[in-house]
Each structure stands twice: as C-alpha cells, then as structure tokens.
C-alpha cells in the first residue's frame, strides 16, 4: 500500500513538472514508463497512468470554465473523460512479468496513444522530450527516444535513467530553441474571445496595421494566429486584399470556412491578390469544436477533422509542417508532417479560454521539443 501511494504521489509530481510549459522540463516524463511498470498491480498502474495525465492537462478544468462560461463541475468532468483513454490503455496492458514483455506492452501503450483514434486525446506522451535530449537528431532520435521509454520498463531503468539523465544534464548546458526563418515573424494577439465570437471590423483593422508594421521592418512573410481573420468571406477577402495591395508581404492567418454541414479550421495565405485557403487542421479540440456525434443524430454543425489530410503546405518557398492549437498537444500530426521533410514548423492558437492556466505554454513547448529534434526553424503566433 505505502510503495502504491509512493508511486501516485510521484506520478503526479512527474505529470506536473514534466508538463509546467518549460521546454527542457519535457524529458521528466521519461520516469513516467519506469513508475508504471514499478506498479506492484493492474489496479496501482491504472492510478499511476490517472496521476500523471490528470496532473500533466491539470489546465483544462478552468480552460472549460473559461470557454463555457459553466461551473467546474464539468470541466472536472471533461478532464476525467480525456483521461479514460490514457489510464485505460496503460491500466490493460500492464503486466507483472517482467523483461522485454513488460516493454513490448508499454510500447503498445505508447503507439495506441499516439495515433487515431485513441491519439486523439494522447495528451503528455513522454515521446515529446525526445526533442530536448536529442535536438537535431530527427528520427534517430526518436528511435533513441522510445528506446529510453522501453528500458525505463525494464530492470534496467537505473541505468537508462543515468544515461538520459546525462542527455538532460548536456541538454541544459548546449539546448538553445528553434530559430525564426529569416524574414518570417509571428505575431501575438490579445483579442480576447467569447465562445461564437469572431473577428469584427476593427479586429481586422487592428490587425492590418501589425501587418503593415511588419512590412515597414522588412519582414516578408507574417503569420498570424488561429482565428485572426474569423469567418473567411467574400467581403473579407476584399477587404485584406486592398489592405495588403501594394505591399510585398504575404500573411498566414487562421480562420474558419462555413458551409452548410460545418466548418473547417484553416490557416489562409493572404496578398494584394486575395487570399487562399493554405491549410486544414487535422484535428480540431474535440466537443468543443469536433462534434462528430452530430453525424448520428442527423445533425449538422462542428468543424470537421482531416485526420491525414495536408501534412506539408508551401508558403513562400518553404515546406511547411502546420500546426493548429490542439494538433501541437498530439503526436500523429507532427510526425506525419516530418515524413514529408518540411524545412519550417509554422505554429498557430487562439487561447484566449486558457486564462489562469498553462495550457498555451504546454503547446508552445510541445511544438518547440520537436522543432529541436528535426532542427527546424519554428514560427509561433498565438492569440491570448
């Protein structure tokens, strides 16, 4: 009983630091394997894998206060349903045989939470401190990375914990983050936002001016963030385009495309010529924007996932990897886009619903442990 609570108290620890929004934090959640497979029974490892995934997303019970403007009782309620996925995987594939077994099961664990459908709540995987024990390596170090997680399972995880340790340790001494593409800016916004809210004339007014700010400086490409051009719509393309007309920039900005069954989250390439549609998220946050249960009941609304759809887009001569808010918390998505061989990350989010929590710096980090492992330039533009 005392080595079962001894290994909640720590995984909690675990979940809570690894997943603070510091970058060079993220390689913690390597103990997260080793504190699993130390369980002494299924029970313990099911509340091993619950402290750690309620302690890493502790964020989204206020994020749902927030964005709902509800009492936390459902946002207590919506944090305990995204963990069910995580304890449930972790909690039946756990054995008491030790060896290679015990870290094939884990592995198992490991892939179903990366990739659809179980991936799609596969938030806080250890996999993404790869990117800052082995910056540069790319998909070697992935492969260094999942071979850390498995020995953390085996009766040789001190050992594997002295060597990642020593990664860590060299990490912190030589890690410096992702740089901008020269001639690129990402620019942050605090609009604010409301649930149905979206961008109204003086947001685009406003946000013209950063544009044309940008332009002044000698930046040729401004990424703008998730939502900042709100509904895409005839009039609204018109009005960016004589804005931008004369100018020789080119702008990314998210916004959303409305038919009659839904919407898709998108980011737009922007001119004096109009504009474009340049991306289509893959996966939207699920109920709150993915609702495919609508489907069932013959209803329509929600925006709609493209779960493999447009891993690599071409923005200014560059192979992009793009990534919209909920898709930097998730693994498939980005490593899907690195099989293309991009040469630039291009990150987006509108958080304005994060307010008092550290679910922002947690995408930033994310997204900037795996621009270090592929070594890739990264933009960042959120909306706070």
């Known amino acids: 009983m005392q080595k079962s609570a001894g290994l909640a108290v720590a995984a909690v620890a675990v979940g809570t630091v690894a997943w603070s929004g510091d970058p060079l934090a993220l390689p913690l959640a390597f103990a997260f394997p080793a504190l699993w497979a130390l369980a002494p029974s299924r029970l313990t490892a099911g509340i091993v894998s619950a402290g750690y995934f309620l302690a890493a997303s502790r964020g989204l ?96 995880w001190p050992i594997a914990s002295l060597v990642l340790g020593g990664a860590v340790a060299w990490s912190a001494v030589t890690w410096t983050a992702p740089i901008l593409p020269q001639g690129w800016i990402g620019v942050d916004t605090k609009f604010g936002g409301e649930r149905g809210g979206n961008a109204g004339f003086f947001q685009h007014r406003e946000t013209n001016s950063v544009v044309k700010a940008a332009a002044a400086e000698g930046y040729e490409v401004v990424v703008l963030p998730e ?112 099989l293309h061989s991009p040469n630039t990350i291009v990150a987006t989010g509108n958080g304005w619903w994060t307010e008092g929590t550290s679910i922002v710096a947690i995408q930033k980090a994310a997204v900037v442990a795996w621009g270090s492992l592929f070594g890739l330039p990264l933009v960042l533009s959120f909306n706070t």
């Open 61 to 156: 019970p206020q994020g749902v206060v927030n964005f709902y403007g509800s009492g936390f009782g459902a946002g207590i309620g919506l944090w305990f349903a995204a963990a069910f996925a995580f304890v449930f995987v972790h909690a039946s594939l756990w054995t008491s045989r030790p060896g290679w077994r015990r870290a094939g099961r884990y592995g198992l664990a490991a892939v179903l939470m990366s990739v659809p459908p179980l991936g799609i709540v596969g938030w806080a995987h250890p996999i993404t401190g790869a990117g800052i024990l082995f910056p540069g390596w790319g998909w070697w170090g992935l492969a260094a990375g999942a071979i850390g997680l498995l020995a953390m399972t085996t009766r040789v």
């Open 227 to 338: 939502g900042a051009a709100g509904i895409w719509t005839p009039t609204v393309e018109h009005l960016w385009a004589s804005e931008l007309a004369g100018l020789e920039i080119i702008v990314n900005a998210g916004a959303i495309i409305v038919d009659e069954q839904g919407y898709d989250n998108v980011m737009i390439e922007l001119g004096s010529e109009g504009g474009s549609i340049l991306y289509r998220e893959r996966m939207p946050v699920p109920v709150s924007m993915w609702q495919p249960w609508l489907a069932l009941t013959g209803d329509v609304g929600g925006a709609r996932a493209h779960f493999f759809a447009n891993p690599i887009v071409e923005l200014a001569g560059r192979r992009v990897a793009p990534l919209i808010c909920y898709e930097q918390l998730l693994i498939w998505p980005v490593l899907q886009s690195a």
